[in-house]
């Protein structure tokens, strides 16, 4: 990084850290707390629709479609979630797998599972035999949002379910009688009044899902917990910036970030909260 | 010739123990039978079993005395409190295990010398590294603070006409908080509570997935989930098992939080009694 470090055994104390600081593999290290804020920023619109998706299945007059949104909140509620993330994209990708082998070689006369092997002809392979690394890591991320979409959907279709409940019932009426349709009236007066009534539980949800970051590291991802495992490890003199076991202050470093973060959305929920509160009938606004 | 469910049984139903309780070897590739992931992930359970009951017996008590120091209004009791239940809030339990499990390492082997005037007593430091030890500490002092959070909300929802009650009856120091006030904060947040046992619970499947290591192949049962879905490629049945096993355990937390519940409760006509609501919040 900087012009002094071609020879780290012989600078000075700061210079030193300075190098190792700014150092390849540590450049890779900042970089996983960027791809934390993506996985966030991707996971978290995807869950909303998701949830919204389930909570309007759940209020579905058709009752097999209700069954459906129903089953599917319950089933991704009641069991671990960890168990979703690692089953989810294991599921998906011998799905998509299994599909398009289907499709692609429709000639090919062995089964997929063999035993404990699961073979498909080399046209199905997701992501392509040979692909470069980069085209793999972004699968294998793409299917980790998608678990956390799973999952996150399911909590927050139920956050909107409730909501869509709380809004008073007068309102709903009052659609009714101006002559709007139940899609009107569901567009206009339901959905923009929810918000403030399922905000608590959003945010609650947008804490739980911060925490649930780390669990990338589980699906095989080189995030946060895989570079401060490698990072921090003992190095001997074979490498470059020789160090004793320092897991701990990288472990450190990544626990500050996550306060840090959860500090911040603490504070920007408040915010929102009263913000969307404005023109509404709560305790809160009676207070201002 | 494959086993016979019994046969799995008494080979495995006590694997989780380690190696000299069972058969050292676990079944591998197409010898697993459907009956061996049965037992052995049943066997797992014994861990989760086991980190979930400590922990939140040890939680519980250091929860109480946690929502008191924040409850508090000196500052030296309240910032501290305060400062501890965010800290394990506001951070992944994922990475906790991970931050105290390296910490733990670079402890002394030979344990740490405490001087104590008159005596020094050695601290013990090698077990902490040990899943069974040092994350449970770890499980503990995490539901210590999430407990505390909720018994702070419910300290402070305690009815002013029971404290006036109280004070006009002559209570006053501890015995004003045993007999009146510390009932009614379970009562209140005992629905609550109840949820976070179970979160607890659940919780306790991440110790073998981060930084502990499961010596002997003694894990607990996401463990030997991950391990058959490793050897079969097959997640479908694995998985689903550890879930069911789960749901078992859950149904029987609620079963067992609702009769103390209901004892907690035991004065009050049946329409004001706090109601358990199940709200599934598993990560922490």
Known sequence: MFAFCTDPDTLPQWQWFACYLTSGTHLAFYWSFVVVMILLALAAPAALVMGLGGALLMRARFAPLRWLGQGYTAIVRGVPDIVFFLFVPIAVGQGIEALLHQVRCPHWDMPIWQGNDFIVCPEARVPPRGSPSWVRDLYGFSLAVLAFAVVFGAFVGNTLHGAMRAVPRAQMETAEAYGMTRGQAMRRVLLPQMWIYALPGLSNIWMILIKATPLLFLLGIQDIVYWARELGGAKTSRYTYPHPDWRVWYFLAVLVFYLAVTWASQIFFERLTRRVGRGLATAESARA | ?284
């Open chain 2, 1 to 284: 010739m494959s086993r016979t469910c019994w046969e799995s049984f008494e080979g495995y139903a006590l694997r989780a123990l380690g190696r000299d309780y069972a058969e050292p070897l676990l079944p591998r590739g197409l010898d697993i039978t459907f009956c061996d992931q049965v037992v052995l992930i049943g066997s797992g359970m014994i861990w989760n079993i086991y980190h979930a009951v400590v922990a939140i017996a040890v939680g519980f008590v250091l929860a109480t005395l946690l929502a008191l120091g924040k409850y508090s209004r000196k500052g030296w009791l309240h910032y501290p409190c305060s400062g501890f239940i965010f800290v394990f809030r506001g951070s992944p339990l994922f990475i906790q295990f991970f931050f105290f499990y390296s910490a733990f390492v670079l402890l002394p082997r030979e344990g740490i010398e405490i001087n104590l005037l008159v005596t020094t007593i050695t601290a013990e430091t090698r077990w902490l590294t040990i899943a069974q030890v040092g994350a449970l500490l770890v499980l503990i002092l995490n539901t210590a603070a999430y407990s505390a959070e909720l018994f702070y909300g419910a300290l402070r929802a305690v009815p002013r006409g029971d404290l006036e009650a109280a004070d006009a009856h002559g209570f006053t120091g501890v015995s004003r908080f045993r007999r009146i006030v510390w009932p009614t904060m379970l009562r209140l947040a005992w629905p609550s509570y109840t949820n976070e046992a179970i979160f607890l619970t659940h919780a306790t499947t991440l110790v073998f997935l981060s930084a502990f290591p499961a010596r002997q192949q003694s894990g607990d049962a996401l463990y030997y989930a991950r391990y058959f879905v490793d050897q079969t490629f097959n997640p479908f049945v694995a998985y689903p098992l550890v879930g069911l096993y789960f749901v078992a355990l859950t149904l029987a937390i609620i079963g067992l939080f609702g009769l103390v519940n209901a004892r907690l409760n035991r004065h009050l006509p049946r329409a004001q009694r706090m109601r358990f609501r199940f709200r599934p919040q598993y990560i922490r």
